[in-house]
């Protein structure tokens, strides 16, 4: 990730957190394309995992609903399948929704 990509979120985790275990909540980031949601998101989540593994909350369980463009759809996906900490539907995503599911591993 880049600087401002944990910037962003550091800010967005730091809402989560204070917001506090059990409050639902809807955060938005919207940019232009290729300015770092990707690597924002999963920031987030890497976060979020280290925190749960620290035992500070709660199992994270997120929904995230992503672009609706065929290829990025695609390149997000790929993306987040990298990461050891994130866990996703084991199928493609179709065009109407990409669903992830942050968790640790059972």
Do not use: W
Request: with cysteine; proline share 5%.
């Amino acid at each position: 990730t880049f600087k401002n990509q944990e910037k962003i979120g550091n800010r967005i985790f730091e809402m989560i957190k204070d917001a506090g275990p059990g409050v639902p909540l809807a955060i938005v980031l919207s940019a232009q394309m290729q300015t770092g949601k990707t690597g924002t998101l999963m920031h987030i989540c890497h976060r979020l995992y280290d925190d749960y593994e620290s035992g500070n909350t709660k199992k994270p369980n997120f929904l995230f609903i992503g672009p609706s463009d065929k290829v990025l759809k695609n390149q997000t996906f790929e993306r987040l399948q990298q990461s050891k900490k994130i866990f996703y539907l084991k199928r493609q995503p179709n065009l109407q929704e990409l669903v992830l599911l942050i968790m640790k591993k059972d």
